[in-house]
């Protein structure tokens, strides 16, 4: 009903390839919805993953 079974979170670990498939499908034109049912996790991680705006890691950015 969820788009994942017992025992799974909807943020599960993704690994390297399912981030690739990830970015690949939504530039096809799959919509961050029905990428997040069928990797089971939330939209909202979809679109930190497929997002285009890069921030600086805190380690990285400049003390003013």
Do not use: H, Y
């Not at 025992?7 to 990830?22: P, R, V, W």
């Not at 034109?29 to 997002?51: P, Y």
């Amino acid at each position: 009903r969820w788009g994942f079974t017992l025992g799974e979170t909807m943020n599960q670990k993704l690994s390297a390839a399912d981030i690739e498939n990830i970015k690949a499908l939504r530039k096809e034109g799959m919509s961050q919805k029905e990428l997040a049912k069928e990797f089971g996790v939330t939209q909202a991680r979809i679109s930190q993953l497929t997002s285009t705006k890069k921030r600086p890691s805190p380690k990285k950015r400049k003390e003013p």
